[in-house]
């Protein structure tokens, strides 16, 4: 996997154990032999960031030009001592590893499995063939919660909120809407929204529901089925349009979302991922569908933003053209599309730690548990 990077030093045993730790998981992560390939100064102050630590934190002395450069002395400020790291690049202790959950300075070499995405495999030994513990660096022990599972306690950290890869790419947004009609209002409030986002720097990709079959009457390779089913990984954050028909979504949006598993394997297409709602109505103000799809947006396990547009009586709303008219409905529908836009790039790069649950982690140790006749993980 290219969401897993090791800044390694192959001549440390401590940095061999922690590569070998990780391609335990079944996960091949980028390697950066940073003593041949040193990171700039960029980026080596984003990952001191991400770790939440001070740069002598991250200085190493044993073998390195530490002591002949005085560095021991507190005078040296942050900046001065990333600079003689950046000179001497053997001054940076190893290794760094960053996940999605997180980036840390890894020693002891189990450090690692508190920022690991998947658990090990099966019993690993170290290069001196010390068995390893299997157990997480920060595993809780404590009196007062007798029920708690120690091994999949994770205590929350701000390093793993605050990645030091950060995407780069427009935000992509799938957008939904739930009508067939040829003047369908939801599909023409989908697209002014579509228009923004694009103005706001994002990807949009709108999807056609046409020819999508009902749930379950149609096998799941169907193309109208794979495109949905293509369309909802790819996105970052996704906005659900429909119209309130008989006081609820119209059934047409449903389909979509029914279409969109929980799961495919080990992937969950719209977990930790962003989401904003809005409807059409053809008489007064209501949010019956928004509320509903809110509901919806909890149920696949998604970030619904605070912020919503339902856009009352809309054949009133749009000129012949289908654009929208300038109105308060309108400008509702750009602050829900630039707070979409803020969240997505707020959360996007730490989606997979703000879903990280406890109770999954811990079934997931019993499954691997029972598979490889382990006791503890």
């Not at 070998?20 to 100064?41: C, F, H, M, S």
């Not at 507190?74 to 001592?81: H, I, R, V």
């Not at 040829?182 to 923004?196: M, W």
Request: with cysteine; charged share 25%; glycine share 6%.
């Amino acid at each position: 996997m290219n969401d897993i990077t090791i800044y390694h030093n192959p001549a440390c045993g401590t940095s061999r154990n922690v590569l070998a730790l990780i391609r335990n998981t079944g996960d091949e992560p980028t390697v950066v032999e940073y003593l041949k390939a040193p990171p700039d100064r960029a980026t080596l102050q984003r990952l001191i960031a991400a770790m939440g630590i001070p740069a002598r934190e991250l200085l190493r002395r044993k073998g390195t030009p530490y002591d002949e450069l005085g560095l021991d002395d507190p005078a040296w400020s942050d900046e001065q001592l990333i600079g003689f790291m950046l000179a001497h690049p053997i001054l940076i202790n190893r290794p760094v590893v960053v996940t999605p959950l997180g980036t840390r300075l890894c020693r002891p070499s189990e450090a690692v499995l508190d920022i690991l995405p998947r658990p090990q495999r099966g019993a690993f030994s170290k290069e001196d063939g010390e068995a390893s513990s299997m157990r997480r660096a920060s595993v809780l022990h404590d009196p007062e919660l007798p029920n708690l599972d120690g091994d999949a306690f994770r205590r929350p950290d701000l390093s793993s909120l605050l990645p030091a890869a950060r995407a780069t790419h427009p935000p992509r947004i799938l957008l939904l809407y739930g009508s067939l009609r040829e003047r369908s209002y939801s599909r023409l409030l989908t697209e002014e929204a579509a228009r923004l986002l694009r103005a706001m720097g994002a990807e949009p990709r709108i999807y056609d529901p046409r020819d999508l079959p009902p749930p379950d009457s149609a096998p799941e390779d169907h193309p109208k089925v794979r495109e949905l089913r293509d369309l909802a990984q790819w996105a970052e954050g996704m906005v659900w349009t429909s119209p309130e028909r008989h006081g609820a979504m119209t059934g047409v949006m449903k389909a979509q979302v029914d279409w969109i598993p929980l799961s495919v394997g080990a992937v969950r297409p719209t977990q930790g991922k962003t989401l904003a709602v809005m409807e059409v109505s053809g008489g007064s103000q209501s949010f019956n569908a928004v509320n509903q799809l809110r509901v919806l947006g909890r149920w696949m396990r998604m970030l619904t933003i605070p912020n919503q547009s339902s856009v009352a009586k809309a054949f009133m709303e749009f000129d012949e053209a289908g654009r929208m008219k300038p109105s308060p409905y309108y400008e509702r529908v750009v602050d829900v599309m630039e707070e979409l836009v803020k969240f997505t790039l707020l959360t996007r790069d730490c989606a997979a730690h703000l879903v990280d649950r406890y109770s999954e982690r811990r079934e997931s140790a019993q499954a691997l548990s029972r598979r490889v006749n382990l006791r503890g993980i």
